[in-house]
């Protein structure tokens, strides 16, 4: 008796992420153009009036974030400046992507999805911190901050952190993205993970140094980003198990069996 077998695998199946582009490229742009609209509204808000401020005690704050209220004055400008740098270098961490073959060959998806997931992101945190809650920052507190500063705006805009959730979302996003194309890495993946919260880590601290967050301001940015930066790619992940097999068979029948895995 002679045996074969054929397999035939699914062009598609090869991809590592499938994007439609018809419904989510629109989208993804009139998520950017809602970002910048409620950006603009933020400018809006109302701003503190000085009966408000010098109301204030920094001593009934909670004492896991009192901390954010008691940094002195001269830390602001270079803790701000180094926030700042931080997760401007954090967002081009996907970049870094571009020197493993295989991602370099799906560049296209690959962008892609890091912009729809930097949109979502920045709806997270629009419409789920500063736009309804209004916790004032740490700084309005501390007496050693001038009162221009404390009457400008902005100052109700402490939930949540944006910088330490976008560099959130870059750094996880990035982990996610390899640790998808190199399957082979098994649990080892956890370690891009583990190095993936150190720069939203080092950006919220510095955010807090700057008396601008709290640290759960810094930790609730690193959750929404880490969130976005995973789920975005694992949702357009292809299931590579959607592929079939054909098995022609001869004896005392002859035909052919196809098993397909769902």
């Known amino acids: 008796m002679t045996s074969f077998s054929i397999t035939a695998q699914n062009p598609e199946s090869e991809k590592v992420y499938q994007v439609n582009y018809k419904w989510e490229a629109p989208a993804t742009v009139v998520g950017y153009a809602l970002n910048y ?33 008691f940094q002195k004055r001269d830390n602001y400008d270079n803790a701000q400046l180094i926030s700042d740098i931080g997760m401007n270098v954090a967002l081009a961490l996907p970049a870094l992507l571009a020197f493993d073959k295989e ?16 949109a ?46 976008w560099t959130a979302g870059a750094s996880f996003f990035t982990a996610k993205v ?25 950006v919220g601290y510095f955010r807090l140094r700057a008396s601008k967050h709290y640290p759960t301001d810094a930790l609730t940015g ?11 790619p694992h949702l357009h992940k292809v299931n ?21 895995d769902l």
């Open 178 to 202: 390899y640790s998808d194309y190199h399957p082979e890495l098994g649990n080892k993946k956890y370690w891009l993970f583990a190095a993936a919260v150190i720069p939203p880590v080092f």
């Open 37 to 69: 609209y409620g950006l603009g509204l933020l400018k809006d808000k109302t701003r503190l009036d000085s009966a408000t401020i010098l109301n204030l005690d920094r001593d009934k704050i909670w004492f896991f974030d009192r901390r954010a209220a």
């Open 103 to 118: 991602i370099r060959k799906d560049w296209l998806p690959v962008l892609f999805l890091y912009l729809e997931a930097q």
């Open 120 to 165: 979502v992101g920045g709806h997270m945190y629009l419409w789920g911190g500063p736009m309804t809650h209004n916790r004032i920052r740490p700084f309005v507190y501390n007496p050693d901050f001038d009162m221009s500063m404390k009457l400008g705006g902005g100052t109700r805009d402490s939930f949540f952190s944006g910088h330490t959730s």
């Open 240 to 260: 590579k198990k959607k592929n079939y097999t054909v098995i022609p068979f001869f004896g005392e029948y002859s035909g052919m069996a196809v098993s397909v």
């Open 222 to 232: 690193l959750a929404v980003g880490a969130a976005t930066g995973i789920l975005i």
